[in-house]
């Protein structure tokens, strides 16, 4: 038979290789950026157009390349940064594949301008799709400048793959973030679609992640010093009173290499435990040194994952040393469950509390402050859902609310649920309801036996409430006596910002002020005052979270959102009115059978399925 193995031309391999390389316009932007460090640039400045569906461009002050460099550069394995296979153990440059201008210059259009210091001139290259358009002298300052337009403009299918552009710039933002934390020496700048972002001068660790996470980070770090033979470390770690429901700032740099490690996370973690409320994750800004020997950066195209030759004395020695800080600077002593960690405490934790634990057990988290929420008959008719929700939420088990309260509330609900009850599933009129286990409520329907969770069942609920309150905008806002200033980030008021129309339809009232500070002068009425700010920090998690699809809505995402938070918690006892009340209110919703995350809220078991099981 004949022969039928052949060579791949380079273009080809080229786009192979890009494969691994570039997944997104956020690879490119991570590489171009760590060209420009390897360059020893001292100012790097990042443009951006369309989420970099547009351009990605990056203009450094670096060592620039000679025209015969710069020709080679876009070639494969070509690189100036290692000689021998050896050299993979001694790296001190980011990159060292050679394969990051070829993989990019094979998919987009290419432009490169690049001139050394020496020189008068400098060199200017098209390349479109691994081929060389033009290569030009031309007068540029000292530096590289690269500009990629139009990525994957050769493969249909990686474009379409692409996600919208919110989500593409925070994966750019992301990268951004990663590679200015681990270089505070360097002054960088970031513009997206013509607006700077991020203007970050030269400055120490500390300033530098002041300076991407806004100033109120300042007061919550934790400095973490530490120098072994087997590893120095150096950065901080956030306080565990500001841990956050999202991962979102957790780095570790790795020789100043951003690397993602499980194992280390959880050596962080272990350091933490017993600090964090339940679903709160430590953030941390850790720079690792090792010797370059110890490790191997070459077992992932992105560079993002290392093999350590000791993992286990690294863990031992993170954990240690976090610890010290935390113990150092008194935090472990000072927390204590306050008020607001109630919040997140389920129910048998603080059953389980101990003496030195103040916790105040008459404290209900739904409780609101009854003067903030308005029982006036106009507000019924104006949104009885809200209102009827307010009162919901502002029950507690030992309930001291009056009959009569619920008694408006029922007559509220019964137009809603009348029609229900000619299903064969819906509960028949006055049957009792009982309470499993905090988590579940048992009722009876004609043919047999309903099991309500009641989590679920109350996200559900509300979740129905906010979309509608959103669609129709008529969410009802109890104005606030004194408007709330609560600190975000830049990038936080940045998700919120994209929220506002959708939050305002809720009921919120804001005013972004600059100087990351959100002020907010009305809520929902189904909202607690005391939630307002956990409810935001939850929505801004779920959002950097989301893993978006073509489905993604804005919209559902914020009535998820708040359902989720606001929604009674497994765990919580519930009254007899309360018990009724959940389950006629689920049976008034249009998709009473699944959460907002599409998991069962009920099942049913007929009489005939109970009476097989007594065979
Ligand atoms: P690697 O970074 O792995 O060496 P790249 O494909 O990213 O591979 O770059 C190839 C070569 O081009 C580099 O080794 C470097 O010599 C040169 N180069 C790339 N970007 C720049 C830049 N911004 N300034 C100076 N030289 C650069
Ligand atoms: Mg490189």
Same mark, same amino acid.
């Given at each position: 038979m004949a022969d039928i193995i052949q060579l791949l031309p380079d273009h080809v391999a080229n786009q192979i290789a890009a494969g691994e390389v570039v997944q997104r316009p956020a690879s490119v932007v991570k590489e171009l950026l760590e060209n420009a460090i390897d360059a020893g640039a001292t100012t790097i400045k990042l443009i951006i157009k369309d989420a970099g569906k547009t351009l990605i461009q990056v203009i450094d002050d670096g060592k620039g390349m000679s025209d015969t460099d710069a020709r080679l !550069?876009? #070639? $494969? @394995? /070509?690189? !100036?940064?290692?000689? !021998?296979?050896?050299d993979l153990f001694q790296l001190h440059t980011k990159g060292f594949r050679g394969e990051a201008l070829a993989s990019i210059a094979a998919i987009a259009h290419v432009e490169l301008k690049t001139k050394q210091a020496q020189d008068e001139i400098g060199t200017c290259i098209v390349i479109e799709g691994s081929k060389v358009v033009s290569q030009e002298v031309i007068v540029t300052p000292k530096g590289t400048s690269i500009s990629v337009k139009n990525l994957f403009f050769n493969i249909p299918a990686r474009r379409n793959f692409l996600k919208s552009n919110p989500v593409e710039t925070r994966h750019i933002i992301d990268e951004f973030h990663r590679v200015s934390l681990a270089h505070p020496s360097i002054c960088f700048s970031c513009f997206h679609n013509g607006s700077e972002q991020f203007n970050l001068p030269i400055s120490n660790y500390r300033q530098r992640i002041v300076a991407i996470f806004g100033s109120k980070t300042n007061e919550k770090l934790v400095p973490v010093e530490e120098s072994t033979e087997v590893v120095k470390i150096s950065g901080f770690v956030g306080k565990p009173e500001y /841990?956050?429901? =999202? $991962?979102?700032e957790q780095f570790f740099f790795v020789n100043n290499r951003f690397i993602k490690s499980a194992y280390l996370n959880h050596a962080i973690s272990s350091a933490f435990e017993g600090l964090l409320k339940e679903g709160a994750h430590a953030s941390y800004f850790l720079n690792l040194t090792v010797n370059p020997q110890t490790i191997d950066i070459n077992i992932h195209p992105t560079k993002t994952e290392i093999k350590f030759d000791d993992e286990h004395t690294l863990y031992a020695i993170l954990r240690a040393s976090v610890k010290h800080s935390l113990g150092q600077f008194n935090i472990a002593p000072v927390l204590d469950f306050e008020r607001d960690s109630n919040l997140d405490t389920p129910y048998n934790y603080k059953q389980k509390a101990t003496p030195s634990i103040a916790v105040d057990?008459?404290?209900?988290?739904?409780?609101?402050? #009854?003067?903030? +929420? %308005? @029982?006036t008959a106009s507000n019924y008719k104006k949104a009885p859902a809200a209102t009827w929700e307010s009162l919901y939420v502002g029950l507690e088990s030992k309930s001291t609310k009056s009959k009569t309260d619920f008694d408006e509330v029922h007559f509220e609900s019964e137009p809603e649920t009348t029609s229900v009850f000619n299903d064969s599933k819906a509960i028949e009129e006055k049957q009792p309801t009982y309470q499993l286990h905090n988590k579940y409520i048992i009722s009876t329907i004609k043919s047999g036996m309903l099991v309500i969770n009641q989590k679920r069942a109350h996200q559900r609920i509300l979740y129905e409430d906010f979309l509608q309150h959103i669609t129709v905008k008529e969410g009802v806002s109890q104005q606030l006596l004194f408007p709330l200033s609560l600190p975000f980030s830049q990038q936080e008021l940045e998700i919120i910002r994209q929220l506002k129309n959708d939050l305002e339809h809720t009921g919120f009232v804001f005013n972004l002020l600059k100087d990351e500070v959100l002020e907010i002068s009305g809520v929902p009425v189904s909202v607690p005052e005391s939630e307002v700010a956990i409810i935001l920090e939850q929505l801004i998690a779920d959002v950097q979270n989301e893993v978006p699809? =073509? @489905?993604? =809505?804005a919209t559902d995402l914020l009535a998820k959102s708040m359902a989720k938070s606001l929604a009674i918690k497994t765990g919580q006892s519930l009254s007899k009115e309360e018990q009724e009340h959940l389950v006629n209110r689920l049976f008034a919703?249009? /998709? %009473? !059978? +699944? =959460? %907002?995350?599409? $998991?069962?809220t009920f099942i049913t078991m007929s009489i005939d399925e109970l009476e097989k099981k007594f065979v």
């Amino acid at each position: 038979m004949a022969d039928i193995i052949q060579l791949l031309p380079d273009h080809v391999a080229n786009q192979i290789a890009a494969g691994e390389v570039v997944q997104r316009p956020a690879s490119v932007v991570k590489e171009l950026l760590e060209n420009a460090i390897d360059a020893g640039a001292t100012t790097i400045k990042l443009i951006i157009k369309d989420a970099g569906k547009t351009l990605i461009q990056v203009i450094d002050d670096g060592k620039g390349m000679s025209d015969t460099d710069a020709r080679l !550069s876009f #070639e $494969r @394995h /070509a690189t !100036s940064k290692i000689r !021998s296979a050896d050299d993979l153990f001694q790296l001190h440059t980011k990159g060292f594949r050679g394969e990051a201008l070829a993989s990019i210059a094979a998919i987009a259009h290419v432009e490169l301008k690049t001139k050394q210091a020496q020189d008068e001139i400098g060199t200017c290259i098209v390349i479109e799709g691994s081929k060389v358009v033009s290569q030009e002298v031309i007068v540029t300052p000292k530096g590289t400048s690269i500009s990629v337009k139009n990525l994957f403009f050769n493969i249909p299918a990686r474009r379409n793959f692409l996600k919208s552009n919110p989500v593409e710039t925070r994966h750019i933002i992301d990268e951004f973030h990663r590679v200015s934390l681990a270089h505070p020496s360097i002054c960088f700048s970031c513009f997206h679609n013509g607006s700077e972002q991020f203007n970050l001068p030269i400055s120490n660790y500390r300033q530098r992640i002041v300076a991407i996470f806004g100033s109120k980070t300042n007061e919550k770090l934790v400095p973490v010093e530490e120098s072994t033979e087997v590893v120095k470390i150096s950065g901080f770690v956030g306080k565990p009173e500001y /841990a956050k429901k =999202s $991962r979102g700032e957790q780095f570790f740099f790795v020789n100043n290499r951003f690397i993602k490690s499980a194992y280390l996370n959880h050596a962080i973690s272990s350091a933490f435990e017993g600090l964090l409320k339940e679903g709160a994750h430590a953030s941390y800004f850790l720079n690792l040194t090792v010797n370059p020997q110890t490790i191997d950066i070459n077992i992932h195209p992105t560079k993002t994952e290392i093999k350590f030759d000791d993992e286990h004395t690294l863990y031992a020695i993170l954990r240690a040393s976090v610890k010290h800080s935390l113990g150092q600077f008194n935090i472990a002593p000072v927390l204590d469950f306050e008020r607001d960690s109630n919040l997140d405490t389920p129910y048998n934790y603080k059953q389980k509390a101990t003496p030195s634990i103040a916790v105040d057990s008459g404290f209900n988290p739904f409780k609101e402050d #009854e003067k903030t +929420v %308005p @029982h006036t008959a106009s507000n019924y008719k104006k949104a009885p859902a809200a209102t009827w929700e307010s009162l919901y939420v502002g029950l507690e088990s030992k309930s001291t609310k009056s009959k009569t309260d619920f008694d408006e509330v029922h007559f509220e609900s019964e137009p809603e649920t009348t029609s229900v009850f000619n299903d064969s599933k819906a509960i028949e009129e006055k049957q009792p309801t009982y309470q499993l286990h905090n988590k579940y409520i048992i009722s009876t329907i004609k043919s047999g036996m309903l099991v309500i969770n009641q989590k679920r069942a109350h996200q559900r609920i509300l979740y129905e409430d906010f979309l509608q309150h959103i669609t129709v905008k008529e969410g009802v806002s109890q104005q606030l006596l004194f408007p709330l200033s609560l600190p975000f980030s830049q990038q936080e008021l940045e998700i919120i910002r994209q929220l506002k129309n959708d939050l305002e339809h809720t009921g919120f009232v804001f005013n972004l002020l600059k100087d990351e500070v959100l002020e907010i002068s009305g809520v929902p009425v189904s909202v607690p005052e005391s939630e307002v700010a956990i409810i935001l920090e939850q929505l801004i998690a779920d959002v950097q979270n989301e893993v978006p699809d =073509s @489905h993604f =809505s804005a919209t559902d995402l914020l009535a998820k959102s708040m359902a989720k938070s606001l929604a009674i918690k497994t765990g919580q006892s519930l009254s007899k009115e309360e018990q009724e009340h959940l389950v006629n209110r689920l049976f008034a919703c249009k /998709a %009473p !059978s +699944v =959460s %907002p995350t599409n $998991r069962l809220t009920f099942i049913t078991m007929s009489i005939d399925e109970l009476e097989k099981k007594f065979v």
